[in-house]
């Protein structure tokens, strides 16, 4: 396989697992909050800003990744 299409996948499944564990963390604190305060659980504001910060973060990974790999690999 190619150094540089290893990376790729590697980047990619590395992202997605970030991006996965953001989500799960924020979810759990709005839960958490949501218990505490006896209200419905909502994500709020800075918790959504906080993982649309990631998914941009994570859209850049797999490249990077890619040329990595390349680099290192080839």
Known sequence: MHP?????I???ALAAVLL???YLLQRKEA???AQRLKRAVALDDDQRRRIA???RFCFF???AFAA???L???
């Open 31 to 33: 839960v958490e909050r």
């Open 10 to 12: 590697i980047g990619a």
């Open 68 to 70: 990595a790999w390349w």
């Open 4 to 8: 540089a299409l290893e990376g790729l």
């Open 61 to 63: 990974i797999p490249p």
């Open 72 to 74: 290192m690999f080839s």
């Open 20 to 22: 996965a564990a953001e």
């Open 53 to 55: 910060t990631m998914a």
